[in-house]
């Protein structure tokens, strides 16, 4: 794959001839954001090869200006994001830094804000059942759907704020980064000194996309927590419960926001983004550096189905004769587990 197009001016040789400084434009071809520089690591190698060799040739008894002789190559990079055909006037390794850190941080983020919703809503159900409340409410004339949505809304409305400041967070940050830049839409619109937001940034459609997969994820994991705490006697229990629970959603995070993209094949990825725990965060990964796939929409459907599906097969078995059959279950199997490390 083109990685690095090197183009040299038509002065070139002429300028080598008569030893003056000469200028070469890097085109860098990003097709995904890497923490290990990609291919920008390869134009400065260039760069700096092509430097050498003109900074020696200019030295062989030359009466070169010690300006030239010093630094004989003025490099301008241009960086093409090949998802969104946009050329960026830039130092490659700052916008690969830059963007590549807004591409992590975002997902590490949502995986924050998804092991607390576990840990919130895993708590509110461990106290109910710790203080014998929760058979009370069992009895009560209510549908197990309303308490459960009940439960539900505490945990959600605290991490829609927090995704909600996340993502003013992100545009806050991007809008910074962006000055540093110089942006030109292919192919013949002029410069600006500030990046289009729509066309170089995450679109209002792909953002709006994010935030769909962000609440179902949410809903999600409430569910998760839902459940955990219903199944545990007590708090304490349930917090023991949630640590493996995160892990399953650290693992796959942190494998889909640190991988390249080009691995997955293409029924990989669409399952990636149909799994609540993995799609808000391959969304805001392809986002960064092209344009989310025309499939989206049936993803995020899928996404949503699941987490539905979630919450109705919790209320299902949300009575007071499961919980107890399950509970019961839970503490043979950890009286069981004792006796064996005491023996």
Known sequence: DLELVLIIPPDFSEKVSSRERVKLYALNIIEEVSMFGGPTAKTTRVERLIEKYIGEKYIEGARA???????????????????????????????????????????????????????????????????????????????????????????????????????????????????????????????????????????????????????????????????????????????TLVGPLSMAVFIPGYFVAFASLKMFSPEVKALLYCIPLTQPIIMVKQAMTSRLPPETPVYLIVSIVCSIAALYITARIFSLETLSNIQWKLKRIRKRKHRGEEE
């Open 65 to 239: 200006p010690y300006e030239t002789i010093v630094n004989p190559v003025a490099e301008e990079s241009i960086n093409y994001l090949k998802g969104k055909d946009v050329l960026i006037t830039g130092n490659p390794f700052l916008l690969m830094t830059s963007v590549g850190f807004a591409s992590f941080f975002m997902p590490l983020i949502l995986m924050i804000i998804a092991v607390t919703v576990i840990q919130l809503s895993a708590t509110s159900m461990a106290v109910e059942n710790e203080e014998k409340t929760l058979e009370t409410l069992l009895t009560f004339p209510v549908s197990r759907m309303h308490i459960l949505l009940s439960k539900l809304l505490g945990s959600f409305l605290v991490s829609v704020v927090g995704s909600i400041l996340n993502i003013l967070g992100y545009v806050a940050y991007m809008y910074i980064f962006s000055t540093t830049f110089t942006v030109t839409e292919t192919p013949s619109s002029p410069e600006v000194s500030f990046f289009d937001l729509s066309s170089v940034m995450i679109s209002t459609q792909d953002l709006v996309y994010i935030v769909i997969s962000m609440v179902a994820t949410i809903l999600f994991t409430a569910t998760l927590g839902l459940i955990i705490g219903a199944f545990s006697s007590d708090v304490r229990i349930a917090g």
